[in-house]
């Protein structure tokens, strides 16, 4: 064909014919794809490729706790057509395809149409053939005749709680019609409405794909959906065997076996911490074993990759005080970080402050006042009590240097202010001394009338003259004669009445005049 892509009737035609129709320039695998909680809390298809032909009906069941504590019990019953069978690996394959399809449309509708093709390719196969193709219609048909029956097994994200719900997951399958040749499936609404409310999680159909192991592809699916709330798991093994994954070996040497292999395919795409057997397995007594895993590398909600060889910093703090590194995680996914981060400050506190004498078991103290929210210790201040305390200290000090400043220099210009007064005096003297006594009688005559005739009440005799030397006469010596620069700007009047004036306050008037020579030089000089 001209077109380097296959045809939708290419595929039809091939449809039943075991021929490889793969094509070169297909589309790649899904890189993230999502995956539905309570779809991988329970197995939902037998892990073998066959199903035996007597054999109609599955149970899965387990003990779980609500939200109060109270143990209950759940259970999946998967009842099939005698005439197609119960549903195996390759059909759960199917259902995580299809939902790959109703993500890429962003869960709009229930009816999902599609080519045998396209679903092919988000089941993670690059290679397609007509035999293949066969199996996956003959899938989609014997899906809308398996019930599915959960028994307070069924969970409604919205409400955080378990229901009962039965149901058949597709409710419709319609093979292509002329007008446009696909597909067509719809989904049953309860677990269209989970997908909606967004009970899922992301997976990594990249990894994914390279599981050829289908209990490896179960346990990832099982252990993906519940990292979520923490970074490492613990289960009883025979119970993770039968009733997690379906595993039909009953003795725990068989399951171990099984398991491992499983096991190390998950740790070949680096999606759990590989560990020693011994590390591994655990022996509670005989016949009974607990399993342990920790996640290594998973994608986020968001699409990010969880990378837990890189510690986080709150799990970190835990670990610093002693918490495991099972219950540092599980307490980082339950609790806001925000409530751990203010528990910490708060311990930190009390062993700063030396109040920390009486907690015997760091750890176990941290961990009880992280889940019952103590309240904070006497004394303690938050970060942001502690920032704006430390800026008012801050802001204190400055305005008590630049008090301290402004007093060194309001006494320096005080010290100037006295020696100009002097300096002044000496001068106006020393000019008035230059005169001959003529100019002197002549100029103090004057002097006195005029201060005479401002002033009736005083008395003209040899004392008041003494008295009105200074602020008069000299000062007046002082604004008529020795015209300097920087006395140019001020009142003549005002300035001699300086001259009469004992205190030592710099007048602000003064103070505010450009013209002054107050430079830190003559400070320093004085």
Sequence with gaps: MEDDHLTEEAIIQAEFLDLDISDENSPEVLSLGKDERNLAEFPIALLSQRAPKDCTELVFKDRWTDRDGRPFERELRISADPDRGLPTAFDDDVIL?????????????????????????????????????????????????????????????????????????????????????????????????????????????????????SIARRLYRLLGSNFRNCRSLTYDLIELGHNKLGIGAAEVGPLKRRMLAAIEELESILFITKLPKEKRFTKVKKGSHLIHFDLLRMPDKSGEMIDTSVIPPLEAKLKEHGISTLVASQLVAKYPQNDLTQQINYLEYLIATKNAKSIKNRAE????????????????????????????????????????????????????????????????QAHFKSWTVEEQKRYLDKSFAAEFKKDPKLTNNANTRTMLFEPVVLAKIVTNYLKEPEFLSIDSEWWAEQFCDTDIEIPSKLCGCKDLFFTEMRVRDL
């Excluded at 089941?123 to 007509?130: E, H, I, L, Q």
């Excluded at 307070?152 to 446009?180: C, L, M, T, V």
């Design 365 to 428: 103290y941290l961990r009880r006042a992280i889940e019952e929210c103590y309240s904070a210790p006497a004394g303690y201040k938050s970060e942001a009590e502690r920032i704006a305390e430390e800026a008012r200290e801050r802001r204190e000090l400055k305005n008590s240097e630049r008090a301290i400043a402004k007093r060194i220099r309001t006494e320096s210009l005080k010290r100037v202010f006295i020696q100009i007064k002097k300096d002044q005096l000496a001068r106006s």
């Design 97 to 213: 395809g299809l939902l790959q399809l109703t993500a890429k449309d962003k869960f709009k509708s229930r009816k999902v149409q599609f080519s045998i093709y396209e679903l092919n390719q988000a089941m993670g196969n690059k290679t397609s053939s007509g035999t293949r193709f066969a199996r996956i219609k003959e899938s989609l048909m014997k899906w809308t005749r398996v019930n599915l029956s959960y028994e307070k097994g069924w969970y409604i994200h919205k409400s955080d709680s378990y229901k009962s719900e039965h149901f058949h997951i597709i409710d419709n399958f319609r093979e292509p019609q002329a007008d446009n040749g696909k597909f067509e499936i719809i989904w049953n609404f309860v677990p269209f409405a989970s997908f909606v409310a967004g009970n899922l999680y992301t997976i990594d159909c990249t990894a994914m794909a390279q599981l050829g192991n």
